[in-house]
């Protein structure tokens, strides 16, 4: 089956700092991927979809400015949280799609970010 | 805008019985409906995507039934077992957008 890694996993990080996270489909190509945040006991938000080649479209909220996503490759996006706060706290969850509206999202592990 | 609602939030019932999962949507134009599981600090394991043309999918002992015209959908678990223990998620994908609507999840909890 398809698969999607994350990394790092999990990451601690001090107040003020920038952290990227990435995103890769192992074993196919994925023309799209997602980013969703989930803070504790809550559902799963989207924060911004992504699209090889061209900027991504973020969700209402979401600042685009602090939350900078690079999708440069068909198996790579990249989500890097500029000017960490501890409110930036959250599990950070990425998938992949691999064609149309309608197929199948594969999810990465998630990577827990802590801000001090 | 797509608001997915999961009830109960939380079950726990001994090992061996069925169990219905309840998910309601307000927003009936939809491309498919995902069942997921999330485990304690994990990422999400997809359990069965029924399209928007279909009424149910299988797989071993879950079944998920969709009902577009009343907004609903069930995730029926027949004979529990203590490994069912988790979180399950209802997500929706809408008309005219690629992302997920996820519900906030029913925690489940099989008593041995």
């Known amino acids: 089956g398809a698969v999607v890694s994350q990394h790092p996993s999990w990451v601690i990080c001090k107040s003020g700092t920038s952290v990227k996270i990435e995103c890769r489909s192992l074993?196919?190509?994925?023309?799209?991927m997602f980013w969703y945040r989930q803070f504790p006991k809550q559902s799963l938000m989207l924060m911004a979809t992504s699209n090889e080649g061209s900027k991504a479209t973020y969700e209402q909220g979401v600042e685009k400015d602090k939350f900078l996503i690079n999708h440069a490759s068909l198996t790579l996006s990249t989500l890097t949280v500029t000017s960490a706060h501890p409110e930036d706290s959250s599990f950070y969850i990425c998938s992949a799609a691999a064609g149309r509206a309608g197929d199948t999202q594969y999810f990465g592990p998630g990577t827990r970010l802590t801000v001090l | 805008k797509q608001e997915v609602t999961q009830i109960p939030a939380a079950l726990s019932v001994p090992e061996g019985e069925n169990l219905v999962l309840n998910c309601s949507f307000t927003d009936s134009a939809i491309y498919n409906l995902q069942w997921f599981r999330q485990d304690p600090g994990k990422g999400l394991t997809s359990l069965l995507l029924i399209q928007s043309s279909q009424r149910e999918q299988t797989s071993g002992r879950l079944n998920a039934s969709l009902d577009k015209s009343s907004g609903r959908s069930t995730l029926y678990i027949a004979a529990s077992q203590p490994g069912d223990s988790a979180t399950y998620l209802c997500a929706l994908r809408g008309g005219g957008a690629d992302g997920l609507t996820f519900g906030k999840g029913t925690h489940l909890i099989i008593q041995p």
């Open positions: 074993d196919f190509q994925a023309t799209t």
